[in-house]
């Protein structure tokens, strides 16, 4: 598997800026991505837990078709989450001792945003299902409208906003 980003774009602030090395800066982007997957692991596995669960509630029986599809593709989204927020640790196991940081990186930096999306998805998902059950398949698909708008507010028009703005001067 190749390198999957670039990361020789930033080597040379990086350098200057950090006076650090490429490996250095391997391994301070390791350890942040590190940082942010312990963030939503814990989260991530426990909606995938509660989610699991729900089939073997009373209640689960009079959920209509529709309402089951939502659940099976939101168990769907949050165990595909689960696995992608995981991986890179089982990648790193497999690596480890194999000089090859960069790649597991790489990796990591893109199964942290593919396990974000289906984080996201997934979250969704349970909204519209939870406000379903509870006020009404109408209710759910606002409430659902409403977490996907706030979640592709924060989580991907607010970074990238934030991202395109010039830099701070140096």
Same mark, same amino acid.
């Given at each position: 598997? #190749? $390198?999957v980003d670039h990361p020789e774009r930033d080597q040379s602030w990086d350098s200057a800026a @950090? &006076?650090?090395t490429e490996i250095q800066r391997l391994d301070r982007n390791w350890a942040s991505i590190l940082q942010e997957l312990r963030v939503v692991q814990t989260g991530v596995q426990l909606l995938t837990g509660f989610l699991l669960t729900l089939p073997f509630q009373q209640r689960f029986d009079v959920l209509s078709m529709p309402m089951r599809a939502v659940y099976l593709a939101t168990v769907g989204c949050s165990v595909g989450a689960t696995v992608l927020l995981v991986a890179p640790v089982g990648m790193h196991r497999l690596l480890f001792r194999r000089? @090859? !940081?960069q790649s597991l $990186? &790489?990796?990591a930096h893109r199964f942290a945003y593919a396990g974000l999306l289906l984080l996201g998805l997934a979250l969704t998902g349970v909204t519209v299902i939870i406000f379903g059950a $509870?006020? #009404? !398949?109408g209710a759910g698909v606002i409430a659902g409208g409403c977490a996907f708008v706030a979640l592709v507010g924060f989580w991907v028009l607010l970074p990238v906003w934030v991202r395109d703005e010039a830099p701070p001067a140096q």
């Open positions: 598997m #190749g $390198v @950090r &006076s650090e000089h @090859r !940081l $990186v &790489s990796a $509870v006020a #009404g !398949l």
